[in-house]
């Protein structure tokens, strides 16, 4: 069985409550547990992880390394200007696809820019939550599976 790390960074704690025109309606415990539920329908443990601080994610990503076969990721914030998170992601010996909710190339346009998206093997922007499962289903079809 493949092992998936779903790692969720700043404000994501808050949906549901925040912005539901851009973000939708669902929490982020909704999004977990469809993630964790598909992630099993198709071979994976999902285990999920979400921290508004970037030294606990880089901390995340590291101990990673070597445990998992992906990672599904979205950064929030830190996507426009966390080099110390791209970093992690690029030392790590694991497939990550990035995830956004909405789509930042059509947003403010700070927000257009992820510093952390050279490092990963995908993006997947705009699908709302359906793109956990896009993220998923592009790191279940990157690494192969376990003998």
């Known amino acids: 069985m493949k092992k998936i790390l779903l790692v969720n960074g700043p404000n994501l704690n808050m949906l549901g409550v925040r912005d539901p025109a851009i973000y939708g309606s669902d929490t982020l415990a909704a999004i977990e547990a469809m993630v964790v539920a598909y992630g099993a329908e198709h071979g994976a443990q999902v285990d999920c992880f979400q921290s508004n601080h970037e030294g606990a994610?880089?901390?995340?990503?590291h101990e990673a390394h070597?445990?998992?076969?992906?990672?599904?990721?979205?950064?929030?914030?830190?996507?426009?200007?966390?080099?110390?998170?791209?970093?992690?992601?690029?030392?790590?010996?694991?497939?990550?696809?990035?995830?956004?909710?909405?789509?930042?190339?059509?947003?403010?346009?700070?927000?257009r820019t992820s510093v952390i998206a050279p490092a990963c093997v995908a993006q997947v922007k705009g699908l709302g939550k359906e793109g956990y499962l896009r993220a998923l289903d592009i790191l279940l079809e990157e690494t192969p599976a376990e003998g």
Do not use: M, W
């Open 66 to 111: 070597g445990r998992y076969d992906g990672i599904v990721y979205n950064p929030g914030a830190h996507t426009h200007y966390s080099y110390a998170l791209h970093d992690a992601v690029e030392c790590i010996d694991v497939p990550v696809v990035e995830i956004h909710i909405s789509d930042i190339s059509q947003r403010e346009e700070f927000r």
């Open 57 to 61: 994610l880089v901390d995340k990503l």
